[in-house]
């Protein structure tokens, strides 16, 4: 659907001529639907997030206020003041552009206050904004032949805590490949992991062709038989929560299997080799086992020269015509890339440091983060601090990145 037909409803035509989207917008929850081939822009798949704002005296569109709050972020927006303040600064032209109506005789009054920015943010449906984000960063993935990887890992923001906030942790999931944020849920402080992964995947469409990755804690065989059931292979490590299966891998005749793959990672104030060892299996107390895998680590501190081994066992759903041990080295290792998300969350955006605590504004900037660094990285922007400079100098290039111009 294009939005120029919603002027259609008798709504009058923005002042700016260079308007691309008319104040009808506000509407766009009831009437926005993509067409048979089209692909949901960022403001129709934020559109469908539900308003939680008594309708009664409602000034700005739910669009107007969400998209200024995810450019402010793209812009290099750390908190909620940063985007208060550049939503104060921006131009006209953006907020045109995101849906709200400048008044021509008063046009001081047409900017939103960061006021009711947080307000918003504060009672806004984390998993409905969640699910949009990752739907529009999904939908701009590039098609994958063969398998891709998908990491499932939670991050606890801390700042929250120690500003005597309710506990918040987050489960997300992360492609190996392209490093988006595909899917993000709030664990609760009444559960944990475990109960929440069946909930997030739910939220990705397909997982067809998926290899899902984790820790330790989501070795559980309800995962398997859930991911078997769609079509999605697993690989998952074996420790002391599952210690008969644990058992069964540590017993196999690994000395009689020769050695498989050799990779190096000169990297972290480390040396470290990694050498792998995979086999074909056909009895283990797993669901949909077909390989089983030995992995030992040794690392060198460069500053000590302390040398430590480690011995790393994991089965998979894959068989060995699916994944070669090369290939299932990759998976393993790129399960870890979810761990640069982290980072650049906590040292770029400074996440750890946010003592940021009303109702669900916490998670709701952290989701704008994700949106963040994958908008940046489907651009092909390596550096995500360098990429929130750039388009910190301009305010309208995250409009152009997020295709909104």
């Avoid at 006209?92 to 046009?107: C, F, H, I, M, N």
């Avoid at 399960?335 to 940021?356: C, K, M, P, Y």
């Amino acid at each position: 659907m294009e939005f120029s037909t919603l002027c259609d409803l008798g709504v009058p035509v923005p002042a700016s001529a260079s308007s691309l989207i008319c104040p009808a917008l506000d509407h766009l929850g009831d009437h926005v639907e993509a067409g048979p081939g089209e692909v949901p822009g960022l403001l129709e798949r934020l559109a469908q997030v539900p308003d939680p704002r008594d309708p009664r005296g409602v000034r700005y569109p739910l669009v107007t206020l969400l998209g200024l709050a995810a450019c402010a972020v793209l812009a290099g927006a750390k908190s909620l003041l940063a985007v208060g303040e550049w939503a104060a600064d921006a131009p006209s032209t953006v907020l045109e552009k995101l849906g709200a109506r400048v008044d021509p005789v008063l046009p001081e009054r047409s900017w939103p206050a960061e006021t009711t920015i947080r307000r918003l943010l504060a009672r806004i449906d984390g998993d409905a904004l969640d699910q949009a984000v990752g739907a529009w960063l999904a939908d701009r993935q590039p098609r994958v032949q063969g398998l891709r990887g998908l990491a499932i890992d939670g991050k606890s923001l801390r700042g929250v805590s120690r500003a005597h906030g309710r506990r918040i942790h987050l489960l997300a999931a992360f492609d190996h490949t392209t490093g988006p944020v595909l899917g993000q849920l709030d664990v609760g402080e009444k559960t944990n992991e475990i109960t929440r992964l069946r909930p997030l995947l739910n939220t990705v469409e397909d997982l067809t062709g998926t290899v899902i990755t984790s820790d330790a804690l989501h070795t559980q065989r309800e995962h398997a038989a859930y991911l078997l059931e769609r079509k999605a292979h697993y690989i998952v490590v074996a420790k002391g929560n599952q210690k008969k299966l644990s058992k069964q891998l540590k017993g196999l005749p690994w000395d009689e299997i020769p050695l498989l793959g050799r990779t190096r990672d000169p990297g972290h104030g480390r040396r470290e080799v990694r050498r792998i060892k995979v086999c074909t299996v056909d009895n283990l107390l797993f669901p949909g086992a077909r390989q089983a895998i030995w992995i030992r680590r040794r690392r060198v501190d460069r500053k000590t020269g302390k040398v430590s081994h480690k011995n790393v066992y994991a089965v998979t759903s894959l068989t060995a015509e699916q994944a070669s041990p090369d290939f299932l080295a990759q998976l393993i290792r790129g399960h870890w890339g979810i761990e640069s998300l982290h980072h650049v969350r906590d040292v770029t955006f400074n996440e750890d440091a946010s003592q940021l605590r009303t109702g669900n504004a916490p998670r709701a900037m952290a989701t704008w983060r994700n949106l963040a660094i994958g908008a940046l990285r489907a651009a092909g922007i390596t550096s995500i601090a360098a990429g929130l400079r750039q388009e910190g100098r301009d305010t309208s290039r995250p409009l152009r990145l997020f295709g909104l111009t």
